[in-house]
C-alpha cells in the first residue's frame, strides 16, 4: 500500500513541477486570437549587390548602397556580385532561416551593367 501511494505521490508531484515550468508560456499557448495583425510595409527602391552566402548555399542578400542589407525573397539573379536596383516591400512580420538582413519580397529586379 505504501509503494502505490508513494507512486501517486510522485505522479502528482510531476504534474504539479511540469505545470509551474509551463506557466510562464501559457499566455503564449493560450493565444486564441482569431484575427491577423496586418503590418502595412510600402515597397522601396534599392540600389546595391547581390551576395551568395555559404550559410546553406541558399542565402542571398543585398548588400545595399545605403548600407543596410536585406535577405533576398522571390526571383532575382542569384549570381554573386551582380549589381541590381530592387524594388521590393521589406517584411517586418517575419523571421528568416538565414537572417542575414531584413527579409525583402522583390518585385522587380534591373541589373546593372
Known amino acids: 500500500m505504501t509503494v ?8 502528482v508531484l510531476g504534474a504539479i513541477f ?3 515550468i509551463m506557466i510562464p508560456f501559457l499566455p503564449a499557448l493560450a493565444n486564441t486570437s482569431t484575427g491577423t495583425t496586418q503590418v502595412k510595409s510600402e515597397t522601396v527602391n534599392l540600389t546595391g549587390t547581390i551576395k ?5 548555399g541558399t542565402c542571398y542578400q543585398l ?4 548600407g ?3 535577405e533576398l525573397m522571390g526571383k532575382f539573379p542569384k549570381i554573386d556580385g551582380t549589381r541590381v536596383q ?6 517586418t ?7 542575414v538582413g531584413q527579409p525583402l519580397q522583390v518585385k522587380t529586379v534591373k541589373v546593372i551593367k
Do not use: E, F, H
Open 86 to 91: 530592387i524594388s521590393g516591400v521589406p517584411k
Open 4 to 11: 502505490k501511494v508513494t507512486k501517486i505521490w510522485i505522479s
Open 68 to 70: 543596410k542589407k536585406y
Open 18 to 20: 511540469a505545470i509551474g
Open 93 to 99: 512580420d517575419m523571421v528568416t532561416i538565414c537572417q
Open 52 to 56: 551568395k552566402l555559404a550559410l546553406s
Open 63 to 66: 548588400a545595399a548602397d545605403n
